[in-house]
């Protein structure tokens, strides 16, 4: 563990335990979409369903409201595990709770994305970042801010596809086989996220992107909300998923603890 990385874990800890009562809301953004019918999918996954199985007055005369759901691991705003796309990787109960807990480095491609829906942020991008806000810490967690969040929870436009129930007519940003490259090798990050569909952009058919980090042993965000209400450097990011047993990943509550 890097001496850096105990001192924000320190920060964060202490900060809690000062203002248990009174932790400051404005300091707190929520990176999560709520689960709906409206969620959206890969389009070949299990969509989230929720009924309500018991909601009213019981036979014993007190409030009783219950329900089931159902749902594929990956959609949503949900963590990828390591074993989604790397054998023998971690599973999502497996991932040490300390790495869910990391610096959030968000580099900004929107000006990119603008010009191609299909862009993959370059190692450029990732060095213009560093030229102005200083290199990325080891553990962070990285995410792609692509401005794609606009278009949530609009299937055809969120996928970029007339067809949102075919997986080979799909269009929207992700990383670079060599970004994601350059931040397992050259900068140790904990993991990586992005405000849209995927790691890997749309038309991609080897999800290299999936290979290379889940293979790293690392996990990747998808469907990060709010991104655009995080700073460039500075800010928390605590991810926590559902703790399913051998899980290739799953839901995922993820919220910035702002500087
Ligand atoms: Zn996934």
């Given at each position: 563990m890097t001496r850096m990385m105990t001192v924000i874990g320190l920060t964060v800890?202490?900060?809690?335990?000062?203002a248990l009562a009174e932790f400051d809301e404005r300091k707190?953004?929520?990176?999560?979409?709520?689960l709906d019918e409206r969620t959206v999918f890969w389009p070949t996954n299990k969509p989230f369903t929720w009924e309500k199985s018991a909601w009213g007055t019981a036979p014993g005369g007190y409030w009783y409201a219950s329900g089931d759901f159902s749902m594929s691991e990956h959609g949503g705003t949900h963590i990828d595990a390591p074993i989604h796309f790397g054998e023998g990787r971690l599973a999502v109960d497996e991932i040490p709770l300390q790495k869910l807990i990391a610096p959030a480095a968000v580099i900004d491609v929107r000006p990119?994305?603008?010009?191609?829906?299909?862009?993959?942020?370059?190692?450029?991008?990732?060095e213009a970042w560093e030229t102005r806000h200083g290199r990325i810490p080891?553990?962070?967690?990285?995410?792609m801010l692509t401005g794609w969040?606009?278009?949530?929870?609009?299937?055809?436009?969120?996928?970029?596809?007339?067809?949102p129930s075919d997986a080979l007519t799909l269009h929207f940003p992700g990383f670079s086989k060599e970004a994601a490259d350059f931040l397992v090798t050259q900068r140790n990050v904990y993991g990586i996220g992005i405000d849209g569909p995927s790691i890997d952009f749309g038309p991609s058919r080897d999800f290299i992107?999936?290979?290379i980090v889940n293979g790293a042993n690392l996990y990747g965000l998808e469907n990060v909300a709010n991104l655009d209400q995080v700073p460039p450097t500075g800010a928390i990011l605590v991810a926590l998923p559902?703790?399913?047993?051998g899980g290739t990943g799953g839901p995922v509550r993820i919220i910035a603890i702002l500087p």
């Open positions: 800890v202490c900060a809690a335990s000062a707190l953004v929520d990176l999560t979409y709520a990119a994305v603008e010009e191609d829906r299909d862009y993959r942020m370059t190692v450029a991008d990732l080891r553990g962070a967690v990285v995410l969040g606009q278009r949530w929870p609009d299937k055809q436009r969120y996928l970029g596809t007339d067809n992107v999936h290979q559902i703790k399913i047993k």
